[in-house]
Nanobody
């Protein structure tokens, strides 16, 4: 299973970006979709996740970011509004599920997509 992320870029403070991440392969089911980020000099943190219809957000992004997943297309999105300079980071998608015959579990990561918030 491979993940392809897109949507990063340079945006001014207060702007918006939408990240996308699509999984490909002989996927049978998806159980978890999440977005992490790693800022320069900081540890990786879980930004948002969705599992079984439940969503979680880091306190720093709640009410500004929205995660959504499409289990039919194995795609996860992260809508980021009112971006702040401290949101600057490499963003990584992570999807867990099952694939193949016989079914096996997978834990796949996308390559980071860079988000830079600066005036």
């Amino acid at each position: 299973v491979q993940l392809q992320a897109s949507g990063g870029g340079l945006v001014q403070p207060g702007g918006s970006l939408r990240l996308s991440c699509v999984a490909s392969g002989s996927i049978f089911s998806v159980t978890f979709m999440g977005w992490y980020r790693r800022a320069p000099g900081k540890q990786r943190e879980l930004v948002a996740s969705t599992r079984g219809g439940d969503t979680t957000y880091a306190d720093s992004v709640r009410d500004r970011f929205t995660i959504s997943g499409d289990n039919a297309t194995y795609t996860v999105y992260l809508q980021m509004n009112n971006l702040k300079p401290e949101d600057t980071a490499a963003y990584f998608c992570n999807i867990l599920g099952t694939y193949g015959t016989p079914k096996r579990t997978f834990n796949a990561w996308g390559l980071g997509t860079l988000v830079t918030v600066s005036s």
